[in-house]
Every structure is written in structure tokens, then in C-alpha cells.
């Protein structure tokens, strides 16, 4: 009875593997190690890295897998001590391998997998190139179970290693031709204070030029991956005497020969950063929130966030130091404030500790609608529009909104806040965008079941 059983399931695995259908289902990708692009000379040999993604989460019976299987197109070469490792998510896994001709490597893994998982799996090896010239060279992988049946078609191209690279199973084989050396490379100090190095030269106009590698001292590259750059600016270099040399590439593997040194003398970084081109404060339930951009000056390592009654009173807010290099910045100061005026600014600090000049902004904190009375038609942001606190109303909570009529028991607008909102502004026009008449205003102020009302004088 129990032969009958295992045959019947050894049946039904063979018949999953037969099926182009498959619950488990996959991308991949095709990359060249330490390149962006899918490109390789002809005649050299090249490390490959093929990165899956297998979603076993919906895996059926026969699907288990045993081996992955990666056919090369005609022309590439490899055997199995070019094979250098398998890992999956990010672990290294036990495998054995064997090439078919020498372009189909098998990878045998060790231990079958059998979980239900999501998992990225990364195949490295090395892998000789055709002779000729191929405009879209394509590689295939597919997933073999435990009876060596295919699990599924194979492999879908497609984003599997979250980087912007090759993203499919195409490679492209160009001549094995060394482009010409760069011309016209220049090295130029800065002038205006700056530790930075501005390097110039000669767009390559060979058609298969990727980019430039760029050589400080004896340090790694600086990569330029865009064949149409002629410009780079090296920045933060520590002072004294530096020597640059610069190639063109059309892969890692196939370079120009280097240009003549360049040598320069770096002295040290005098010149302050640009401070942050715009900030901006914001009331909240949360607190006062502080929003600001990022310094155009690229050498800014830090972001100190000040506080005080006046401008010429400012001090470091706790925790007021950032480092981190966002394209934008938020930071909450849950601080209670009383009522009064504040200011609050934002500098930007260099490597070398030159400091910015402030950006700034004055925060009033009211009790009650202010200014009153106020002119819409003014040119001064503190006077063309009227501001009305939620604290107006103290120790409740609830919806916030403003209603305001004319003398003549009209609603002219209304004023609703979002959530967390703790102030709305009135810039003295009605519901229809045009502005009011100058007089006199009925405000009601509302936050939960408390109203508060008052007037107000708009003059123009």
C-alpha cells in the first residue's frame, strides 16, 4: 500500500514539474560585477552575478526546489571552478555545480528548499565572452525540483536586486578595443575658499564610452558614470599637494590608457556654506515643527536648529543638532511655548567647522486673533492676514473653525482646520476669493463644543 501512495505522489510531482504552470513564481536579473550597465568586451573573461527573486509563498507539491539552472546564449563560456558562491538573502548556502558544454551552469544546492518563503538568491561566477560582436546576448534561468522536472517557464527579466542597473538577462558584447585616452584633463584648485578640486576634459565621442574613472593619489576611482560629462568637482579634499589622472571605460574591464598627471595644491576650507534656501514654521498638536531645505553648498555636514526670544538671542535647541543628508528636513520642538513672539533659525556647518549665516523666522504665539485690526492689501506678511489660535479657547479639544460675519449677521467665510491644525488665517476674502469691504467683523471661534467670538477691523 505504501509503494502505491509514493508512486501516486511521484506521479503527481512529475506532472506539476511538467506543466508550464507554476505556484511559485520568480524575476531575475543579469549584472556584471561592479557595473551598472550590461555590457562586456568581447574575448575576456567577466564576472557575472545573476540575482533572483522566488516567491514560494503559494508553492504546490513538486515545486520544492533542488536546482537552478542558468543557460547562457551562444558563445559564452564557463566551468565549474569559475563558479564563486550562491547566497540567499544576503547568507552564503551550500551548493555544488556542473556545466553542460560549458554554457548551462547547475547549481545543486545542498539542502532542498522547501519553505514557503520569499527569498533573493545571488549566483556569482566567472564566464568567458564570445569572439564576435552581439547587440543582445540573452541569458535564461529556471528552477529544476527535486525529480530535475522544471518548475514553471523560465524566469522572467525584471528588478531584482533593488538597484538601478541591467534589470533583465541581456548582455551586450562589444569589440575588445580600448577607447582613446582622454584629452584636455585639467585640475583646478577653488578660489573662493573652498578645500575643492575642479576637474575638466574632452567628451569622448567613441560611441561605446560609459563613463570616466577619475584618479586622486594613489586612492580608489571616482566613477562618472555619463560618457557626455566633461566637468567634475571633487569636494572636501584635505589640504596639500594632490595628483589626479583620469581614463575613459567602456566596462571596468576595458579602459583607455590614463592621461598625463595633473597635480594641485589644496589649501584649507575658509568659506562658510550657503545657509539653507528656505525654512519654514508650522504650529501643530504636535508642537512647533521646523521644515527646511538642504543647503546648496555640498560640503555641509551638519544643521544646528536655534531658538530664542529675539534674533540676537538664539541658542542650540536640545537635540537641535542634525547630521543626516536628507533632500528635506523636519524637526518637532514638543517644547510648551507661552504666549510672546520667537525665533527660530537653522545654520549649516562644513567639515572644517565654517559656519553659515542664519536663516530665520519670527513665531508669534497668541491668545487672541492677531493683528486686529489688520490689512489685507499690505505688503507686510504680519499685517495682511489675521491669525486666530485654537489656545484662544483654553483646555479643550475637538474640531477647530472659524466663522466670520459681517455687521449684518452675513457669513462672508468659513474657516475649517485640518487635523493637528492649531491656527487658521483669514487673508480677508469671502468665499467666492474676492476681498471684503474694510469695517468691522464678527468672529466665532470654535474648537469642540467652546465657542469664543469677538470682533475685528479690517482695514484696506
Known amino acids: 500500500m505504501k509503494k502505491i501512495v509514493f508512486a501516486w505522489m511521484l506521479i503527481g510531482s512529475l506532472l506539476v514539474s511538467s506543466n508550464s504552470y507554476s505556484a511559485v513564481t520568480s524575476v531575475g536579473e543579469i549584472n556584471v560585477v561592479g557595473q551598472t550597465k550590461g555590457v562586456v568586451p568581447a574575448s575576456s573573461t567577466v564576472p557575472l552575478l545573476v540575482t533572483l527573486v522566488v516567491d514560494r509563498s503559494l508553492a504546490e507539491p513538486g515545486e520544492e526546489i533542488k536546482t537552478i539552472e542558468i543557460v547562457m546564449p551562444p558563445g559564452f563560456l564557463t566551468q565549474s571552478s569559475n563558479f564563486k558562491g550562491i547566497s540567499r538573502d544576503g547568507t552564503k548556502i551550500a551548493a555544488s555545480v556542473s556545466t553542460g558544454g560549458g554554457n548551462v551552469l547547475r547549481v545543486v544546492l545542498a539542502d532542498v528548499i522547501v519553505d514557503f518563503q520569499n527569498s533573493i538568491y545571488e549566483i556569482t561566477f566567472d564566464c568567458r565572452t564570445p569572439e564576435s560582436v552581439i547587440r543582445e546576448a540573452v541569458f535564461r534561468a529556471r528552477l529544476r525540483n527535486l525529480q530535475d522536472g522544471p518548475i514553471g517557464e523560465f524566469i522572467r527579466s525584471g528588478q531584482a536586486d533593488g538597484k538601478i542597473n541591467n534589470d533583465d538577462f541581456t548582455l551586450q558584447v562589444i569589440p575588445n578595443v580600448p577607447p582613446d585616452a582622454v584629452t584636455g584633463f585639467t585640475a583646478e584648485p577653488d578660489s573662493t575658499g573652498e578645500n575643492d578640486v575642479t576637474l575638466r576634459w574632452q567628451k569622448s565621442e567613441d560611441p561605446d564610452v560609459n563613463g570616466y574613472l577619475i584618479y586622486r593619489d594613489k586612492e580608489l576611482p571616482i566613477r562618472i558614470e555619463n560618457r557626455s560629462s566633461t566637468t567634475f568637482r571633487d569636494v572636501n579634499v584635505l589640504p596639500g599637494n594632490h595628483t589626479y589622472k583620469i581614463t575613459a571605460y567602456k566596462t571596468l574591464f576595458l579602459q583607455s590608457e590614463l592621461s598625463a598627471t595633473q597635480t594641485v595644491d589644496v589649501l584649507p576650507d575658509t568659506a562658510a556654506p550657503q545657509p539653507p534656501p528656505m525654512l519654514d514654521i508650522v504650529t501643530s498638536s504636535d508642537g512647533v515643527e521646523i521644515l527646511w531645505k538642504p543647503s546648496v553648498s555640498r560640503d555641509v555636514t551638519t544643521y544646528r536648529i536655534l531658538f530664542g526670544s529675539s534674533a540676537n538671542a538664539l541658542e542650540l535647541l536640545p537635540n537641535g543638532e542634525i547630521h543626516e543628508k536628507k533632500t528635506e528636513y523636519k524637526f518637532v520642538d514638543t517644547r510648551p511655548l507661552s504666549v510672546g513672539s520667537f525665533t527660530y533659525a537653522i545654520v549649516a556647518i562644513d567639515e572644517a567647522d565654517n559656519v553659515s549665516a542664519p536663516i530665520q523666522k519670527r513665531l508669534r504665539i497668541f491668545d487672541e486673533p492677531y493683528p486686529n485690526p489688520f490689512t489685507p492689501l499690505s505688503l507686510d506678511a504680519d499685517f495682511n492676514t489675521v491669525i486666530f489660535p485654537a489656545r484662544a479657547i483654553e483646555d479643550v479639544e475637538g474640531e477647530f473653525s472659524v466663522l466670520l ?46 465657542f469664543k467670538t469677538g470682533t475685528l477691523i479690517l482695514a484696506k
Do not use: H, I, P, R
Request: charged content about 25%.
Open 405 to 450: 460675519f459681517n455687521l449684518n449677521g452675513m457669513l462672508v467665510k468659513t474657516l475649517t482646520a485640518q487635523f493637528g491644525e492649531t491656527e487658521l488665517k483669514w487673508d480677508g476674502k469671502n468665499e467666492e476669493g474676492e476681498f471684503v469691504e474694510s469695517g468691522v467683523y464678527v468672529y466665532q471661534l470654535q474648537v469642540g463644543e467652546s
